[in-house]
């Protein structure tokens, strides 16, 4: 009796794995056959380990149709009886810009949507062997050598951009003056000055533009909101990410900088967790010799004590998680920029990538989730939308704002220099989402900010009580 009582104490508390099957309108129908019993590797999470017998013993798994959508038109008219099927929609033509290793990705993800409703039509590099190579791949039919002759094709509706990120901006405001709509590789810009000013075109021509930020269109983020606002967690208090991985100091500088890369994804977690603008930032970290920023730890200051701590680096290997913890409980979260599972004390909730048993490859982790991000633009372009719920114009804003900011204090590229440090905090209201019906979850926005732009209020710059902040802390 005593080894039995001994043992029912000693037992995991976790009751299970959750599989939740990502209905896609794939047109060849949905496999609910997620495989989840080959990773025993042993984590450890909140004093307990998933690697433990008790957790991979042999049991029931539950299957769940995912009900949270990217977009509540997604969820019109294509559902039925719990299979997705092709809509009469018509078909998204895409230009990819330029091919690359992202764009081959973005290709195989768009390989596991219906024909129906996305085709690459038009690709363009700068050697024609890449762009021929890259088209017969993916069956395209058109092949260029010259941006702006991909920016004028016809065929094209909208535009893949995914070049190196100082080449962002230029790229987009072609394509938009030639009336195509975008989906532009983050960051979306590389200050916030140019971000304004592609925002203001976009809106201006009104066309559908959109900052890749392809994490915020999976299901796991929205079955995270689901989490936090049914109160699972109690009140969110902190969230903690690390994201560090080994790269050379020439492809650093090619893309901006380890806040650039890296930081983003964390930070965009932090305000899609939060939802509000944060009320101060504090950053430390290492600056090369050519003013790169090589290794960062920034916090971010919210309301109410809650906190997010982003560590990154571009020099050794990190953990690479998210941890998002209330008072009530927590979840974890690995490779937080493409999660396929959340981890919590008492359940795992999985869910598996679409593309069923034969999932074509790709270059990069877990890309053919980007599928979500394109049926996301797809159904805002179908709308009429100019921008997503999911990822929208003013997040785009605020975040160039937090990445300037960050890039003046470290000193970084064309902040070296300069002794004056960027303003974070806008003279605007304390804006937060309310969600009168959590139930209603199709409709809920998951904005961080409302319209700031709406009644011509500006985002002033109140420079001395940033300066106040500094020497406080």
Request: aromatic letters at 8%; one cysteine or more; glycine letters at 8%.
């Amino acid at each position: 009796m005593f080894k039995l009582i001994t043992y029912f104490k000693s037992r995991s508390k976790k009751i299970g794995v959750r599989c939740y099957q990502n209905h896609l309108p794939t047109g060849h129908g949905t496999s609910s056959s997620g495989k989840s019993d080959g990773s025993r590797g042993r984590f450890r999470f909140v004093g307990c380990d998933i690697g433990d017998h008790n957790m991979w013993r042999h049991r029931p798994r539950q299957l769940h149709i995912n009900r949270f959508p990217s977009s509540k038109a997604a969820s019109k008219g294509i559902l039925e009886r719990g299979v997705w099927v092709v809509d009469e929609g018509p078909t998204l033509r895409w230009g990819i810009a330029p091919v690359s290793l992202m764009a081959d990705d973005f290709a195989a993800a768009l390989s596991v949507l219906p024909e129906q409703h996305h085709r690459i039509v038009s690709c363009v590099a700068a050697y024609q062997s890449h762009a021929l190579a890259f088209a017969e791949r993916h069956q395209v039919e058109n092949v260029y050598t010259s941006f702006e002759d991909l920016a004028k094709c016809p065929n094209v509706d909208v535009v893949y951009i995914s070049p190196l990120n100082p080449q962002h901006s230029e790229l987009c405001h072609l394509m938009l003056n030639h009336d195509k709509h975008v989906l532009c590789e983050k960051p979306l810009c590389m200050t916030e000055e140019q971000v304004t000013k592609l925002l203001e075109k976009a809106r201006a021509r009104g066309l559908f533009l959109m900052e890749g930020m392809w994490p915020r269109c999976v299901p796991a983020y929205h079955y995270l909101r689901h989490q936090i606002l049914r109160n699972r967690l109690g009140e969110i208090k902190q969230v903690h990410c690390t994201l560090g991985l080994p790269v050379s100091q020439g492809r650093l500088g090619l893309y901006g900088g380890v806040t650039n890369d890296f930081g983003v994804y964390g930070m965009q977690l932090a305000l899609w967790v939060f939802r509000e603008v944060p009320r101060c930032l504090k950053v430390s970290g290492r600056v090369n010799s050519e003013h790169v920023d090589v290794s960062a730890d920034i916090e971010l200051c919210f309301t109410r004590g809650k906190r997010a701590l982003i560590e990154v680096s571009s020099e050794k290997k990190l953990s690479n998680q998210a941890v998002i913890q209330g008072k009530d409980g927590s979840i974890k979260m690995n490779n937080y920029w493409c999660p396929t599972r959340l981890i919590t004390e008492e359940v795992d909730y999985e869910f598996p990538l679409p593309g069923g048993d034969q999932l074509p490859p790709t270059h990069y982790h877990n890309r053919l989730g980007m599928c979500y991000e394109a049926e996301e633009v797809r159904n805002c372009i179908l709308k009429g939308s100019t921008e997503s719920d999911d990822f929208s114009h003013n997040e785009s804003l605020l975040l160039a704002n937090l990445m300037d900011t960050i890039h003046a204090e470290l000193g970084v590229g064309e902040f070296a220099n300069r002794n004056e440090v960027s303003d974070l905090q806008k003279q605007i209201e304390n804006v937060q989402d309310i969600v009168k019906d959590p139930e209603e979850l199709a409709s809920e926005t998951c904005r961080v900010v409302e319209d700031i732009s709406m009644g011509g209020r500006s985002l002033d710059i109140n420079r001395q009580e940033v300066k106040d902040q500094v020497k406080h802390h």
